[in-house]
T-cell receptor
Framework: SAVISQKPSRDICQRGTSLTIQCQVD?????MFWYRQQPGQSLTLIATANQGSEATYESGFVIDKFPISRPNLTFSTLTVSNMSPEDSSIYLCSVGVDGTGELFFGEGSRLTVL | KQEVTQIPAALSVPEGENLVLNCSFT??????LQWFRQDPGKGLTSLLL?????REQTSGRLNASLDKSSGRSTLYIAASQPGDSATYLC??????????FGTGTRLTVIP
């Protein structure tokens, strides 16, 4: 398994500002992902965070809005840029444990945009 | 595109009952299926992972089955407890980066 720490756990932000969420894993992992869970909805994959290269974004998500960094195999950040109330969601970091396909999730970062 | 459906959307049971949560998916070409638990406002906790070649997995009071050909999985919870109250999500993986989630079943176990 993997232990995943996310910061912040929650925040209230003003419209038009940006917030960076950090994800720290207790072991080196190849696969790291960022998900969004809008209120009352299930999870949607935003992007795959690639170490040493640009993230791979899913349809409907763009780098300008959700820039991602992955400087090493244990850490990643997701920035939510120029926030609007529609960005109010839980953002979750997830890692894949090599060889099993099992995914583990952080506790999530609950963002409320006013 | 893979679609994952969970029925029922919500379920209330008295403590001690055995219960079954259902998950169905439209494309049987999956790598694995994973059941998660999510407490309100929290992240996901992995409960069970079933590889596509497996029929079931067990952990404590939980048993998950997989019938890939019919596109179905069930999560059986024995002797339910109030602490089991949470939303249960199933997710199917069709590729390295393709994990499709259901919308979940919200379980309430009444003391």
């Amino acid at each position: 398994s993997a232990v995943i720490s996310q910061k912040p756990s929650r925040d209230i932000c003003q419209r038009g500002t940006s917030l960076t969420i950090q994800c720290q894993v207790d072991s080196q992992v190849t696969m790291m992902f960022w998900y969004r869970q809008q209120p009352g909805q299930s999870l949607t994959l935003i992007a795959t965070a690639n170490q040493g290269s640009e993230a791979t974004y899913e349809s409907g998500f763009v780098i300008d809005k959700f820039p991602i960094s992955r400087p090493n195999l244990t850490f990643s950040t997701l920035t939510v840029s120029n926030m609007s109330p529609e960005d109010s969601s839980i953002y979750l970091c997830s890692v894949g444990v090599d060889g099993t396909g099992e995914l583990f999730f952080g506790e999530g970062s609950r963002l409320t945009v006013l | 595109k893979q679609e994952v459906t969970q029925i029922p959307a919500a379920l209330s049971v008295p403590e001690g009952e055995n219960l079954v949560l259902n998950c169905s998916f439209t494309d049987s070409a999956i790598y694995n299926l994973q059941w998660f638990r999510q407490d309100p406002g929290k992240g996901l906790t992995s409960l069970l992972l079933i590889q596509s070649s497996q029929r079931e997995q067990t952990s404590g009071r939980l048993n998950a089955s997989l019938d890939k050909s019919s596109g179905r999985s069930t999560l059986y919870i024995a002797a339910s407890q109030p602490g089991d109250s949470a939303t249960y999500l199933c997710a199917v993986q069709t590729g390295a980066n393709n994990l499709f989630f259901g919308t979940g079943t919200r379980l309430t176990v009444i003391p």
